[in-house]
């Protein structure tokens, strides 16, 4: 892929100063907390375990990929159904091996792609694939950060509404008017501003900060030493499968970052490295008590709107993850920022990412006059955001395939088999 150097203002392998490598670390740790500890807590496990597991899992991640890839690994909705539904049977071994088999999934994957190389991904993904994949990346996650942005409790309240109105203006005018290094953080500045906004909203409790002690260390629920070993093959069964979905989600993201960067991480340091990464921090999650763990959309939105691509920045994200994990009240404090402010920020985080797919269509000039390209997009974009999600089994043992998953796999079986133009175009 051409390197197309967009104005970058830290590009991978940049390390910033250090007083702005804090702040760009922070902003992308504020960025991914939402949704890290939102997992857990829907699920029953431990928020301060997933949030140590996606710091480490997020470096593991980084060493296996050999600090090219800048990319972190948190909390994945993806699981949430069977892992509610294991919750509830076998409680947290059965979680815990259902996550280690997922981490086996993406390592043996991983062998596979090393085994007989990446050419045949250029041919599966070109333009006209990749655009609409990752419009319906972006778009898919817009009705979570619209929710979050209206409602209390899962009942509509205008306080919530107007605080993520005004984050989302309060970041649009920190990105459009401020420079140099308070530059490079408007997303960080944007949800101080509209935490701020939101105590005066009266949205914000203090109570559990105030209750948080300084130090916690997180009740790790170690599968091999508090449970005895054993095998759940219907965990396996139940979770397994699912390694599928996010991987062709980690083909999306990864088209991004390479659009973003002007890279091709499919060839260098290979999808190989980048699926074992992945691989690798899911099981190092399930050995600690954590949920399987995937690349974010939010940190990707934030490098695109702060052209700053580092991979030292991550770095610094996942260690202030880990040193959290640990400090009580900071934990507390940034749990207690309510999701109005979150979905404020969303809106414009996951609207980058959406525009990202629309700039390659466009500078790739794909003609949509050609029948062919409008097919594909068409049909991709519709389900992907409508989220026409496919659903087998029934009762604790759901297998659920979301619409970006099936999106991507529909592009591809599309572009494959469609012929170059239709019987009315020869």
């Known amino acids: 892929m051409e390197q197309l150097q967009r104005d970058v203002v830290l ?16 902003q992308h740790m504020f960025s991914m907390f939402g949704s890290t500890v939102l997992v857990p807590l829907l699920v029953g496990l431990n928020p301060g375990i997933a949030l140590f597991s996606s710091g480490v899992g997020t470096l593991l991640h980084i060493m296996i990929t050999k600090r090219k890839i800048p990319a972190y690994m948190g909390s994945s909705f993806a699981f949430i159904v069977p892992m509610i539904a294991l919750m509830k049977t076998t409680g947290y071994p059965g979680v815990a091996v259902g996550v280690l088999s997922v981490g086996v999934i993406y390592m043996i994957v991983a062998a596979i792609v090393g085994a007989i190389g990446t050419d045949w991904i250029e041919k599966m993904l070109p333009p ?33 509404f107007a605080v993520a109105m005004i984050t989302l203006g309060f970041t ?32 914000v409790d203090f109570t559990p900060v105030m209750q948080a002690p300084w130090f916690a260390l997180p009740a790790f629920d170690v599968p091999f030493v508090n449970y ?53 921090a899911s099981i190092f999650a399930g050995l600690v008590g954590g949920p399987s763990v995937t690349s974010y959309g939010e940190n990707i939105g934030v490098m695109a709107i702060t052209r700053v691509h580092s991979v030292y920045v991550l770095i610094g994200a996942a260690s202030f993850a880990v040193v959290f994990s640990f400090v ?18 969303s809106f414009l985080l996951f609207g980058v990412i959406a525009t990202s797919g629309l700039r390659i269509l466009v500078e790739r000039r794909v003609n949509f006059d050609r029948k062919r390209n409008m097919m594909i997009a068409s049909s991709v974009m519709v389900i992907g955001i409508g989220d026409a999600f496919l659903q087998i089994g029934s009762g604790d043992h759901i297998v659920q395939f979301s619409g970006v998953a099936i999106a991507t796999v529909l592009a591809i079986v599309l572009n494959l088999i469609l012929p170059e133009k239709a019987a009315s175009e020869r």
């Open 328 to 345: 009580g009240k900071l934990s507390a404090l940034i749990q207690s920022i309510p999701g109005a402010v979150i979905g404020g920020v």
């Open 128 to 160: 006209v694939v990749v655009g609409p994949i990752i419009m319906v990346i972006g778009l898919s996650l817009a009705g979570s950060a619209a929710q979050s942005a209206t409602l209390l409790n899962g009942k509509y309240d205008l306080r919530v």
């Open 228 to 280: 005895r070993p054993r095998m759940d093959w219907g965990a396996v069964i139940v979770m397994a499968p699912l390694a599928m979905v996010t991987i062709s989600e980690h083909l999306g993201h990864l088209m991004v970052l390479n659009e973003l960067t002007g890279r091709d991480f499919m060839k260098n340091p290979g999808l190989h490295r980048t699926l074992a990464g992945d691989g690798a």
């Open 172 to 203: 649009i005018l920190f990105n459009m008017t401020l420079r140099g290094f308070i530059g490079l953080i408007p997303i960080l500045l944007g949800i101080v501003a509209g935490y701020i906004t939101a105590v005066g909203f009266g949205l």
């Open 11 to 26: 590009d991978v392998d940049d390390r910033p100063s250090l007083g702005q490598w804090i702040g760009l670390s922070l």
